[in-house]
């Protein structure tokens, strides 16, 4: 590398650190002029950095925006913009803190709703975005041996995500997006499971019992057919365990959340 060529590196290095952290070593380097003096011409930069980003989070979360109302978005955005500087070449993934951070800002401890719409908000954006993939079908699934079932183990696909949530986020939400009349904010005694995914272009979401939030966690990890048959008995009948996973699975092949199945027992396996 050229001296020429490093010092350029060192300069885009400085300006970086500028906007960022307000570091001061890019001064030396800066020319003012009487009508505009260096520092007024580094905080125009900073100040448009910083809009920018703010900008970007209002399109991420714009239910968040909603029950913050514009003024106090934007002092949100200020916070979060010193205490989490983008570290991604795309502005994209800049929000990915946001609701980490609104649970543990002493500034937002008393609204914990909008901790949960950021993270509600921040997974519907992650499934749009997440990558394609083959869907399984039942027929797929009806070639599996009998003997075969206790051990089948399935995957999700990448759009797949679960959360629980205390509040009436998704519901919210829906009422912000469709621009109707606001809904109270309502705490649930015990947290609802909720799943989020895509199909083609177009992200769903919908709740879950506590039984299958369950069950889909317990596939996510990797447990097999037989296990979540097992686990499953702490809400229904050893009877009826083996058709209540079953259900779930067929329901989740017709929201087309499945995209794979491995079945392996002896010397005989299947993945598809």
Not at 34 to 50: M, S, T
Not at 79 to 103: C, E, K, N, T, W
Not at 168 to 185: F, K, S
Request: hydrophobic share 40%.
């Amino acid at each position: 590398m050229t001296q020429e060529n490093q010092s350029l590196k060192d300069l885009q290095q400085q300006m970086l650190a500028w906007l960022q952290v307000y570091d001061t070593a890019i001064k030396s380097s800066v020319t003012g002029t009487e009508k505009v003096p260096a520092d007024i011409r580094l905080d125009i930069y900073a100040n448009a950095y910083r809009y920018r980003l703010i900008e970007a989070l209002e399109e991420t979360f714009p239910a968040v925006n909603t029950l913050l109302g514009d003024e106090g978005f934007f002092e949100l955005g200020l916070r979060y913009v010193d205490a989490h500087p983008s570290q991604h070449f795309s502005i994209r993934y800049f929000g990915q803190h946001l609701s980490h951070f609104l649970a543990s800002d002493e500034h937002y401890l008393e609204q914990p709703v909008l901790s949960e719409m950021a993270h509600f908000e921040w997974l519907l954006r992650e499934a749009f975005d997440a990558a394609g993939k083959q869907r399984l079908t039942l027929e797929a699934l009806q070639h599996i041996a009998a003997e075969n079932w206790p051990v089948m183990q399935f995957s999700f696909h990448p759009s797949v995500y679960r959360i629980d949530l205390r509040f009436n986020v998704p519901q919210l939400w829906q009422a912000i997006e469709l621009q109707q009349e606001p809904i109270d904010i309502v705490a649930q005694e015990y947290p609802q499971g909720w799943f989020i995914w895509r199909r083609e272009l177009k992200t769903y979401y919908r709740s879950m019992d506590v039984d299958e939030a369950w069950a889909m966690d317990a596939m996510l990890k990797g447990e097999n057919f037989g296990f979540i048959c097992s686990g499953i008995c702490e809400w229904v009948d050893e009877q009826n365990a083996a058709m209540r996973v079953a259900g779930f699975i067929q329901n989740w092949l017709n929201e087309g959340v499945l995209s794979s199945i491995k079945a392996e027992s002896g010397k005989n396996s299947l993945i598809t």
